[in-house]
T-cell receptor, first 115, second 114 residues
């Protein structure tokens, strides 16, 4: 079974802090994604990556950055956390982009609170 | 562009009732369609998928048929159980220039009462 592991289930940080959310997958997937999930808004794509050191902005990249130094690991960085970044963050991975019928596999999420 | 519209919840049903959650889409290109489920406190799990017109995806008693003519992918189950209580997301994926990203609907909360 595909395993996507997010480093923390719950995280509490303070405004202005630099926050790192880590995600690791064990299926040699080329693609990795970061979403945030908010009530009534569904899932919104923040950033994704289709290869090591490659990244693409999603729909709401402002205030975030990402890092992919190794194929299995994709990090989301909140450069200076703000209260409006309090949310559930979900990481996902999938096989290569050219195969449209490949599903994404999700981690269990990190519930981040910014105080 | 690419987008998914699904019926708003919450949906509340009694056990053994029939479930339909509507999903329609717009897509550039030929999409694959997915239903994901999110149980409380968990991430999303793939429930079923369909990759071409008239395909029927099925899993755990849930079904959805890819209808190209109506651009729809409605989720159905004949007899729901309390354990089906979750949030359901419809999604599409188009290959090529979109880099394989998924486009999600906003989710439909389902609560099933005994």
């Amino acid at each position: 079974d595909v395993k996507v592991t997010q480093s923390s289930r719950y995280l509490v940080k303070r405004t202005g802090e630099k926050v790192f959310l880590e995600c690791v997958q064990d299926m040699d997937h080329e693609n990795m994604f970061w979403y945030r999930q908010d009530p009534g808004l569904g899932l919104r794509l923040i950033y994704f990556s289709y290869d090591v050191k490659m990244k693409e902005k999603g729909d709401i990249p402002e205030g975030y950055s990402v890092s992919r130094e190794k194929k299995e690991r994709f990090s989301l960085i909140l450069e200076s956390a703000s209260t409006n970044q309090t949310s559930m963050y979900l990481c996902a991975s999938s096989f290569q982009l050219s195969v449209s019928n490949q599903p994404q596999h999700f981690g269990d999420g990190t519930r981040l609170s910014i105080l | 562009g690419n987008s998914v519209t699904q019926m708003e919840g919450p949906v509340t049903l009694s056990e053994e009732a029939f479930l339909t959650i509507n999903c329609t889409y717009t897509a550039t290109g030929y999409p694959s369609l997915f239903w994901y489920v999110q149980y409380p406190g968990e991430g999303l799990q793939l429930l079923l998928k369909a990759t071409k017109a008239d395909d029927k995806g099925s899993n755990k008693g849930f079904e959805a048929t890819y209808r190209k003519e109506t651009t729809s992918f409605h989720l159905e189950k004949g007899s729901v159980q309390v354990s089906d209580s979750a949030v359901y997301f419809c999604a599409l994926r188009v290959g090529g220039s979109t880099l394989g990203r998924l486009y999600f609907g906003r989710g439909t909360q389902l609560t099933v009462w005994p």
